[in-house]
């Protein structure tokens, strides 16, 4: 009995220690930085921007992106096109999804 209750805290353990972390773009339609894919304040934990900015350089490469056509301003809510500026100088860890809902585009 001790064995299986070590095996499933180890187990449950092992889900924490890899759990992805979901950011929404919150850069606008010009965004920080000139809509900059690698500015960490462009992606936020919560929608509305109250949440965590996206480690810089880049997060993690678990990162989920979400671009949500419902709000991508943040604080203050927007919509229209985003054109996201991916650098080829900059190194970016791409996330392990992207993610384009809501009408977003």
Do not use: C, E, H
Not at 57 to 65: E, Q, Y
Not at 72 to 99: D, R
Request: net charge positive.
């Amino acid at each position: 009995m001790k064995r299986l209750i070590l095996f499933f805290t180890l187990l449950i353990s092992s889900v924490f220690i890899y759990a992805q972390t979901t950011y929404y773009w919150v850069g606008g339609t010009t965004g920080t930085s000139g809509s900059n894919f690698a500015t960490g304040s462009n992606w936020n934990t919560n929608i509305n921007g109250t949440g965590t900015t996206r480690t810089t350089p880049t997060g993690a490469n678990t990162d989920i992106l979400i671009v949500d056509g419902t709000n991508i301003g943040g604080l203050t809510p927007t919509t229209g096109t985003v054109t996201i500026k991916v650098s080829g100088s900059s190194t970016i860890l791409i996330s392990s999804q992207l993610k384009v809902v809501n009408n977003g585009s």
